[in-house]
Each structure stands twice: as structure tokens, then as C-alpha cells.
């Protein structure tokens, strides 16, 4: 409510803000989609009732996806601007139809997970009514919007491409490693193999030695330089990381801790300004937001499990380098830790600050500036 004073010098009556519609009031149609490999369950519901229209399902091979985009337009007259279609899972099985579906010109936001009611019945269809209503209630301008933006799509397949190199690295280090302490290869291997030994050993010639030996030998050549070859392409794709990042969002850059890789985790999240409205939604999507555990005259809270895992690993890593490296950081690590909280504890709270950090920075970063009253003139 807000109050401003006229040239009369009194106040006039008091406005009312009107906050904006539920998903209920704000579209004739919601479309709820069930996602899967081979086919996409849908679901056309009533938004003002929530009654079940129709049900359909359709392959995901392009001429599926068109014949759905076909049913959708078909069963609500064309009136794109009315339909909203609330789709799981758009960042893997449905994210060709987000993206066939937002090029028409239809609004697709993220459907929440399907609760499972215990005793209750469970089909594609089910799912895919679920996700039509569970938006109804909520306010319009408070959906998670899917992410969008050829940008994006690259983060994606970097993102994931790191994944996967990284875990290959991981095991086959772990392979070396076992090799060398098995083996007597005239490496010290009490410790794991560093990065200058594994690039000589990738460089080891044929010796005359044993059978056994020269298998063993031949082997962590192998290994090591399949390490090196991926030591090589983690760091290519840091490059185009980092590049993405600085185009799009380079203030990520700035935050203490983050990184390019860190930072690319949380600008894919984040896709665009308006997909995530408040620092509270940005918490939850990363898992850092405490849930309160309330009963009787009880009441705590609990660690949050949930979110995107990848994003929270993220906050993670950016905690634990301020915790050890950031002078800014000692200070309230030593308050907390007066104040009886165990390091685990206040890695915790960090998350959640950092989040509030994040949010804020890029919510001032995607802000258009004020123009000056003065020029306006």
C-alpha cells in the first residue's frame, strides 16, 4: 500500500497494489506433460476448474513433437497467449518440446515433481493431469520459466561433457594408482601420481623385463596417456566455459570463489532474468534453504536434501575456498565458531549467504538503469 502527499498538501486516499493473478485466473488452458524417452504423455486441463479437457499421447521423434504441438492448437482454437504447458523434466526427455513448444510461441515452465500420494494409483497419465494442476494455485509471475538461449544450450553439453571426462579421469587415476603400488614400476607410489609423473609415464619406452612387468608397464601408458589427453580437453573446456560466462554474465566472474566452472553451474541455472524472482527460490533450487520442522511445542530445521544437486556441489566448493583463502570470510567463521556451531554447521550458512549473494548480484547485473529525472526533462 502507498501513500503520496498532492499539491494540496493532504495525503490521498491510501492505493492498493494488486498482485498478480494465480495460473488459475491468468489462463483459459494448462497443458500437463509427462515426459519419457520413446513418448510424451499430455494433459489439457480447464485452468479455472481444473477439469480434464482431453488426453493424448505422442512419440518424441520430430514428427510426434509436431503432431502434439498440432493437438495442443487444435483442442485450445489457437489462442496461444491462453495455454500455459507445464512440462517435467525440460532439461533432459522434454527438452525438445519445451523448445518446439516455446518457438510457437507458448509459455512452458518447469512442472514441479509429482508427490506421491502412499496407497494411491500411479500411470503417465496421472503424472501428466498432476502436472497440469499444480501450477493452478500459484501465482503467474512466480513459475520457473524453462531456460532458453543458444548459450544456454552450449552450457548445457559443456556442462555435462565435464561431468563425464571428470569421472573418467577420476577412475582411471585410481587405476594407475593401484598399478603402481601392485607393480614395481620405479615409481614412489605411496602417494597418487602427480601431473608432471603421469606425463612421463605416458612417455615410458618398451623395456626388456619381465612378461608381467612390460604388461603392467604397457597398461599405465595406456592409462596415463588417456589421463593426459583428458587433463587436456578439461582444460579446453574451461576455456569455453570461462568465454560463455564473461558474454553473458562476467560478474559471476567477480564473486570470490567461483570460478568458471562454478560460475557456468550457477549461470545455468539461472538461464535469464525473470526465470528465478527471488533470492528464496534461488536457495531452494540449490538446497541450501533450511526446512522447518515443526511439531507441537517443538520446532527446528532440518537440512534440505532437494534442489539441483549439481548447483549445490557449486555453493559448496565456493564455501569451502572462503572458508580456507577469504579474509573477509575469518571473521565470522570465528564468531560462529564462539557461538558453539561445528565447521559443518557454518559451511551451511554460507551456502545459503552465498546464494543471497549470487542472486542479488545478478538481479542488479540484469537491471536496467534509472534514467536521470534530470535528462528525462
Not at 513418448?39 to 485452468?47: G, I, K, N, Q, T
Not at 540449490?286 to 532440518?302: C, F, L, Q, T, Y
Not at 544437486?309 to 577469504?326: F, G, P, W
Amino acid at each position: 500500500m502507498t501513500m503520496l502527499a498532492d499539491n494540496t498538501g493532504k495525503a490521498p486516499a491510501p492505493t492498493l497494489t494488486t498482485p498478480a493473478p494465480v495460473v488459475a485466473d491468468a489462463y483459459r488452458f494448462v497443458i500437463g506433460v509427462d515426459t519419457h524417452a520413446r513418448f510424451h504423455c499430455y494433459a489439457l486441463v480447464e485452468a479455472g476448474t481444473g477439469r480434464v479437457l482431453d488426453e493424448a499421447a505422442f512419440p518424441t521423434s520430430r514428427a510426434g513433437l509436431g503432431r502434439a504441438a498440432e493437438w495442443i492448437g487444435r483442442r485450445t482454437a489457437g489462442q496461444v497467449e491462453a495455454v500455459l504447458v507445464s512440462c517435467e523434466g525440460t532439461g533432459s526427455y522434454g527438452a525438445r518440446l519445451a523448445k518446439t513448444l516455446t518457438d510457437l510461441g507458448y509459455r512452458v515452465v518447469d512442472a514441479p515433481s509429482p508427490k506421491r500420494e502412499r496407497g494411491g494409483n500411479k500411470n503417465d497419465t496421472i503424472d501428466a493431469i498432476k502436472a497440469a494442476r499444480s501450477p493452478l494455485p500459484k501465482r503467474a509471475d512466480r513459475l520457473a520459466d524453462v531456460r532458453n538461449g543458444e548459450l544456454q544450450e552450449a552450457l548445457k553439453v559443456l556442462l555435462a561433457a565435464r561431468e563425464r571426462m571428470s569421472k573418467e579421469s577420476t577412475r582411471s587415476i585410481n587405476a594407475l594408482t593401484a598399478l603402481l603400488r601392485i607393480h614395481d614400476l620405479g615409481l614412489d607410489a605411496r602417494r597418487k601420481p602427480t601431473r608432471p609423473q603421469i606425463s612421463q609415464i605416458s612417455r615410458w619406452r618398451t623395456r626388456t623385463e619381465s612378461p608381467v612387468i612390460a604388461i603392467a608397464r604397457a597398461e599405465a601408458v595406456r592409462l596415463a596417456t588417456r589421463i593426459v589427453q583428458l587433463h587436456s580437453e578439461l582444460d579446453a573446456n574451461k576455456t569455453q566455459l570461462r568465454q560463455i560466462v564473461a558474454a553473458q554474465a562476467p560478474v559471476l566472474l567477480e564473486i570470490y570463489g567461483a570460478g568458471p566452472i562454478n560460475a557456468a553451474i550457477v549461470l545455468s541455472v539461472w538461464s535469464h532474468a525473470g526465470r528465478i524472482h527471488h533470492e528464496a527460490a534461488l536457495a531452494r533450487i540449490a538446497g541450501v534453504s533450511p526446512i522447518e520442522m515443526a511439531s507441537g511445542g517443538s520446532s527446528e530445521h532440518r537440512l534440505n536434501r532437494g534442489g539441483d544437486r549439481q548447483l549445490n556441489r557449486a555453493l559448496h566448493s565456493i564455501a569451502k575456498t572462503r572458508m580456507e583463502r577469504d579474509p573477509d570470510t575469518q571473521p565470522y567463521i570465528e564468531r560462529r565458531t564462539r557461538e558453539g556451531l561445528s565447521k559443518r554447521r557454518i559451511r551451511r550458512c554460507l551456502k545459503r549467504y552465498i546464494a543471497r549473494q549470487i542472486f542479488r548480484t545478478l538481479a542488479a547485473a540484469n537491471t536496467p538503469d534509472t534514467p536521470d529525472p534530470a535528462l528525462a526533462a
